[in-house]
């Protein structure tokens, strides 16, 4: 039998508004346990919610980033169960009438077609702390510092159908989440979690399958693996002739499986009820044009761009567009050497390697846009040549100076561009190798050609590899061509 | 001076006639001797007390004084205090107290009020007679086997028995009016939305409000001026200029026009109680007012939706007490929900475990429609009623309770103490005002005579009630042994 997947996500963004949503207290990442807990968050008899503006510009951003339908009217509810990182019993969150209403999300798989996933609806909510299982013999500890944080729920229609394209949507939706600004997008630090609703369904068949929902996969790798050990589960069980129980899972990372926590009828009743504490949530029109007018280029605009106006392939816009701090560079990269391939090529080889070397992001890059597109202008006009502009970019990478300029005069690498010093250097060549330069008289013309490259080789050397490439070839091969 | 209203002490003070050290000093004896007998405080804290009415006879001396500076009062147990024990009068919140000042809390303190300590109450604010305190049952000062009413009864006794010359009590179904009533006092509940609501312990938080009980309507216009107003830490109350509440009082009340709601005077009505409040109108009538009767006709909808709506939001606020931050938890849990279970097993009582049943039922899954969807419907019905009457009508008047005081013990059956508030829960539907001034009495039992008006109606409200006040004296009347 021919399987077909079917996935939807619900990915949750944590806003990087800089007080919690119904709070003062900071959301920074990493303080003290409970240091960033205020009677709000920490849930005390008599404490009330207010509403972080922040926080609706960000999810409405991002509502008209996917072009969604943006209702005049949201409501907040409370989400009820108890638990222990969960301060006041509830999560104030949005169900019947969430903050954004349908969208959509572009995405591009690996080796696949770009495709158009559904969003249902995006919703705001405040995030709980955390049980910490360590430290404490036989107890655990509460953090109540991430209680309230803002996340926005991001809910897709059941629209992707392999694990790469749920990586590939999880992708997308960082890559615009980190555009808008409204993620820092750090996975590692839970700002983007995800739950992955996965079913199987014969080929061509229209129904669903009964769908397990895994739950907290905090990585792309992990979420193609969880999908991958999901679907085969349910293909075993399925031609086993068994039924796939509805049920929430969760992946564990270190076995590579998905394990049960809870059955449907198991299931929470949530008792959801519009929250008394907050007024339903109105956005005006003039509200949501100037969130519109804040918007900055998107990902998908960008890319088009890129291609047709800056004459990048494809592949080199895709790439470079994938992270808003890699377009960020590129484009000031850009902006002070003129040159777009040229810069492209620079930031995806060089840079992109020597930063993969020392695993640093682009925003920490040692050597910034300004000095990258600084070197870049010296190549363009001739004043370093190829390799020395290699030389140029390590000793900037070192920090060992301030621009591409200083290094090119410290260390003379300037390009002999002067033809008469070339020809004295080439001159020089020609007499210490004259084995070579009877072999060279003597071979075929198709064979010459090839044998130049020492000869250039050794002017290089001789010139500490200022000479300019070219040229000497243009000049060695008149020389040598002239003893023929 | 211990028998003057506020504003005749706010006068002996300002002249020099006493201090705010002899008032203090005067009523922490009265409590002294006195409140053993009715149990109106759950704290008394008197040392702050002595010490504030240093510094506030100390302010007056430079003259650096608002309208109440060094006038003590007493604060519903259910009020957030800094550094004083906070219970609700439950054993859950026996142990709990406040590192915060509620809101109202803190203006009192900013007007120069002074609190002689936290009274009793319903536990949670859940009960129409004060038998329902985990620091035992409140005794009605005009005879001690009757209860004072609830569940601000330990402020309305406080007050009745000169305990204090004023107090503020939360008013969510009639719990400032029905016990005011039944002490022979005036206590306002203002519009929804008029007071702050941020650090009140919630019970219901769409119906929940503070307000003042004093010995005049002139008193709780001075308390008002002082707590009313917007609270950008409450999303509920409303920006809206509050004006000085004691100016308007003595208007004349020529062409007042009286609805009298035909409801409000039916079967279940005591006689006598309908006698004393028909005689309160004629009063009216006699200073140029036209009485006219009205239909409210969803009035027996209120005691039902009520009981939906509060009893659900409850569920939900009473979630926070879990036992894992703060509060009443269970002697060695062997696990999480061992500790849940019985830390709020013991730690609640019978009534508000019976409302968080009630409403843990009602919010569940197949249960909402039925149940909350349509009590929020009826709740807008009954809105309606007041605003097609206000229409019609400037104020609305009737009894504040069908009968005057019951004995204690004498109301076993949850729903006939329901039905003690059947004049008052809608005025929080609606989230009108409403205030209850002494009409008269039944076998030596304080009848009250509630006016309502429309939202924020609450200077024309303190008006009509102080003419009244002016032409009678029935708020004047103290219970015997309370006398001097």
């Known amino acids: 039998m021919q399987w077909e997947t079917v996935i939807g996500l619900e990915v949750h963004v944590q806003l990087a508004t800089r007080s919690k949503i119904f709070s003062g207290s900071s959301t920074a990442f990493g303080a003290e346990p409970n240091s960033q807990a205020s009677a709000v968050d920490l849930g005390l008899p008599g404490v009330l919610p207010v509403l972080n503006e922040n926080a609706v510009a960000m999810a409405l951003r991002f509502g008209l980033a996917i072009d969604a339908e943006i209702p005049d009217v949201s409501v907040f509810e409370r989400k009820n169960y108890f638990y222990p990182d969960l301060p006041k019993g509830y999560q104030t969150s949005q169900m019947a009438q969430p903050i954004v209403g349908k969208g959509v999300l572009e995405i591009l798989p690996e080796d696949g077609e770009r495709k158009q996933i559904r969003i249902h609806h995006a919703h705001l909510e405040e995030d709980a702390g955390k049980s910490l299982h360590e430290d404490f013999a036989g107890m655990s500890g509460i953090d109540l510092n991430r209680a309230g944080t803002p996340l926005l729920e991001i809910v897709s229609e059941p629209d992707l159908r392999s694990a790469k394209e749920a990586s590939a949507y999880l992708r997308a939706m960082h890559t615009l989440v980190t555009y808008l600004g409204i993620s820092d997008g750090n996975m590692a630090e839970g700002s983007m979690r995800c739950d992955v609703n996965v079913s199987i369904r014969p080929k061509g068949q229209q129904e669903f399958g009964t769908r397990a929902e895994i739950k907290n996969v905090n990585s792309f790798r992990f979420v193609e693996r969880a999908i991958a050990y999901e679907v085969e589960r349910q293909i075993d069980i399925l031609e086993d002739g068994g039924k796939v129980v509805q049920e929430t899972r969760l992946y564990d990372p270190d076995a590579d499986e998905t394990r049960s926590m809870r059955t449907k009828e198991e299931a929470n009743d949530y008792r959801y009820f519009p929250c008394p504490d907050l007024l339903p949530l109105v956005v005006d029109q003039a509200y949501v044009d100037h969130q519109r007018s804040l918007l900055p280029e998107l990902p998908a605009a960008k890319r088009e761009r890129y291609e047709s106006e800056l004459g990048l392939s494809s592949y080199d816009a895709g790439v470079l567009t994938a992270h808003h701090d890699t377009a960020d560079y590129f484009e000031q990269t850009l902006e002070v050497c003129g040159d777009a391939k040229l810069a492209a090529n620079w930031v995806q080889g060089e840079l992109s390697a020597q930063l993969n070397r020392d695993s640093l992001p682009i925003s920490e890059s040692p050597v910034s846009a300004a000095q990258l597109g600084g070197l870049l202008v010296r190549l363009k006009d001739d004043t370093i040549n190829g390799k020395a502009a290699k030389q140029v970019f390590q000793e900037l990478w070192q920090r060992r100076f301030e621009d591409a300029d200083q290094v090119i005069e410290a260390k003379g690498l300037k390009q002999v561009t002067d033809t008469g010093a070339l020809e004295a250097a080439i001159d020089e060549v020609i007499a210490a190798n004259p084995v070579q330069v009877t072999q060279y008289v003597e071979a075929t013309e198709e064979k010459r050609g090839k044998m130049v490259g020492f000869f250039v080789g050794q002017v290089m050397k001789a010139t500490r590899g200022t000479a300019n490439p070219q040229q000497v070839n243009k000049l060695l091969k008149e020389k040598l061509d002239a003893l023929l | ?484």
């Open chain 2, 1 to 484: 001076m211990l028998d003057l209203t506020l504003a005749e002490m706010a006068r002996g003070l300002t002249s020099g006639e006493f201090k705010s050290v002899d008032l203090v000093r005067g009523f922490l004896d009265r409590i002294q001797q006195r409140d053993a007998d009715i149990n109106s405080f759950i704290t008394v804290t008197g040392d702050a007390a002595l010490e504030q009415a240093e510094a506030a006879d100390a302010a007056r001396a430079k003259d650096d004084v608002g309208a109440l500076t060094g006038v003590p009062l007493a604060l519903k147990d259910i009020f957030c205090t800094e550094g004083v024990l906070t219970t609700a009068a439950s054993k859950m919140l026996s142990n709990f107290v406040s590192p915060y000042n509620a809101t109202v809390v803190e203006k009192l303190n900013s007007a120069g009020t002074i609190s002689l300590g936290k009274t009793n109450m319903d536990e949670f604010a859940m009960g129409s007679s004060n038998e329902n305190s985990f620091f035992g049952a409140v005794k009605n000062p005009w005879d001690h086997s009757l209860v004072p009413g609830g569940s601000s009864g330990g402020s309305a006794a406080a007050v009745a028995a000169g305990l204090v010359p004023a107090a503020l009590g939360t008013d969510t179904g009639g719990s400032i009016r029905q016990p005011a009533a039944f002490c022979g006092i005036t206590g306002l509940k203002p519009t929804y939305g008029r007071v702050s609501r941020y650090g009140i312990i919630a019970y219901a938080s769409s119906l929940d409000q503070a307000g003042p009980f004093g010995r005049s309507a002139e008193d709780c216009a001075l308390l008002l001026n002082a707590i009313a107003g917007h609270d950008g830490r409450d999303s509920t109350s409303v920006s809206r200029v509050v004006p000085d509440y004691t100016a308007t009082l003595a208007q004349p009340l020529d062409g007042l026009k009286i609805g009298l709601p035909v409801e409000y005077f039916g079967d279940g009505l005591d006689a006598g109680v309908e006698q004393a409040v028909r005689e309160a109108v004629k009063v009216y009538e006699s200073l140029g007012a036209q009485v006219v009767d009205v239909s409210l006709p969803h009035t027996q909808l209120a005691v039902p939706a009520y009981y939906v709506i509060a009893p659900a939001e409850a569920s939900s606020n009473l979630a926070r007490y879990d036992g894992v931050r703060f509060g009443h938890r269970c002697d060695s849990p062997v696990d999480l929900e061992d500790l849940y279970k019985r830390s709020r097993g013991e730690g609640f009582g019978e009534e508000v475990k019976r409302r968080i049943l009630m409403g843990t039922h009602t919010l569940s899954e197949g249960f909402y429609d039925a149940y909350y969807r349509k009590a929020q419907q009826v709740r807008r019905l009954i809105r309606q009623d007041f605003l097609d009457a206000f229409d019609k009508v400037d104020v609305l008047m009737g009894p504040a309770a069908p009968t005057p005081a019951f004995k204690l013990g004498e109301q076993a059956d949850p729903v006939s103490m329901y039905l003690q508030d059947i004049y008052t829960i809608a005025i929080n539907l609606a989230g009108i005002p409403g205030i209850s001034v002494p009409a008269g009495f039944v076998d030596n039992r304080p009848v009250g005579l509630q006016i309502l008006g429309p939202h924020f109606g609450e200077s024309h409200l303190l008006n009509v009630a102080h003419v009244f006040q002016q032409h009678t004296d029935w708020h004047q009347r103290r219970p015997e042994q309370y006398q001097g």
